[in-house]
């Protein structure tokens, strides 16, 4: 009898080890295990072989000698080769753009980060719940509880035409928890503050950080929307089991060349893109990195201290229910150890 117990736990644990290998995403794992290879182009030509049909990635070590290193496709259907100057959908790294406006418009006293959002859109406050216990400062930082737009179900599938329809999807739904109760990432907190840019500046949001940030840094190959460039600079988008392009869609978000992304990335760390108070104000708001995905562009846009590094990364195809943003960060932090074996050998 308990031989026959023994054995039965046997089969059980075999069965359970054999469950959970088909589960184990051995892509990832078998991605993370590669010796690390000698240089960094080698590292971004294995992208490729991850199953991204481009990649750009921008080194900048002090501001003036930047490095650039591509592979794969700027457009597949075309065979363009990617381009290290394209332009890039950089999605949620737009955040950190707004973010800056926003202290911007605190340090002029044009705004106050203890003010609700009841105050600066009381149209809205029948209609967000908490509106008038929910702060600029909480909004910035995503502890608001408003719902993220994004999370409605098959948002991407039939994304709203004008920003209007994008609030309507969250307008007069629960809180998902109380004001400054919690942290959840939302993009509506930004679609929020973009508006309350533009309404308190009285112009387009772009326009403000065009003038606010971009002219000032002499960042010349950032833009607001499609409609500002030309369609054959920007590097294609794909989506796993779509056929067609897709860098067409008009999402709303920034567009950028990974040059001009990675020298904001480095004034925002060195603190060159602010005047006056703003920094100190900065410092306790948001942070100095940031990521972005959307259908077809992934980007990690970070600021390494140790290496006086800004990296930039740039990755053009996606599937929200693969691993492909896995395999993104997995290439940047093997960039990042090629960097830092070269500084440390």
């Known amino acids: 009898m308990k031989k026959n117990k023994i054995w039965f736990v046997r089969v059980l644990l ?42 750009i990635v921008c080194i900048d070590k002090d501001d003036e000698n930047l490095e650039f ?11 363009i080769p990617a381009k290290p100057d394209a332009l890039f959908k950089i999605a949620s790294v737009g955040k950190l753009y707004h973010a800056v406006a926003i202290t911007k418009l605190v340090s002029d006293k044009k705004l106050s980060l203890d003010q ?42 039939n994304p709203p035409k004008t920003k209007e329809e994008t609030l309507e999807l ?23 503050l973009g508006e309350l840019i533009e309404k308190t500046t009285g112009e387009d949001k772009f326009q403000f950080i065009q003038k606010e940030i971009l002219k000032p840094l002499q960042l010349k190959n950032t833009y607001g929307s499609l409609a500002q460039i030309d369609m054959d600079r920007l590097m294609s988008g794909y989506y796993v089991g779509i056929e067609e392009d897709i860098k067409t869609d008009d999402n709303g978000f920034m567009i950028a ?5 990675a020298k904001f990335i480095r004034a925002l760390n060195e603190g060159t893109v602010f005047e006056n108070d703003e920094a100190e104000i900065y410092a306790n708001l948001y942070k100095y990195n940031h990521t972005g995905l959307i259908p077809g562009y992934q980007t990690i846009a970070e600021y390494h201290k140790d290496l006086d590094a800004v990296v930039i990364q740039f990755t053009n195809t996606t599937n929200f229910n693969g691993y492909e943003w896995n395999l993104s960060e997995i290439n940047y932090s093997r960039i990042i150890k090629i960097l830092e074996r070269a500084q440390n050998p």
């Open 14 to 55: 075999l069965t359970a080890t054999v469950i959970s290998l088909y589960f184990v995403p051995w892509k990832i794992l078998f991605t993370w295990l590669q010796p690390l290879p000698e240089t960094i182009q080698e590292q971004v030509d294995s992208a490729i072989d991850y199953g991204f049909d481009g990649i």
């Open 69 to 79: 290193y591509t592979a794969g496709y700027h457009n597949r259907a075309q065979k």
């Open 116 to 157: 609700s959002l009841a105050h600066y859109f009381p149209e809205l406050a029948d209609h967000i719940e908490n509106a008038e216990k929910i702060t600029l400062r909480m909004l910035v930082q995503h502890r608001s509880g408003i719902p993220n737009f994004t999370d409605v179900p098959n948002f991407w599938v």
């Open 170 to 192: 969250v307008l007069d739904q629960p809180a998902n928890f109380l004001p400054g109760e919690d942290y959840e990432y939302s993009n509506t907190n930004y679609l929020l």
């Open 257 to 261: 060349t990974a040059e001009d992304v």
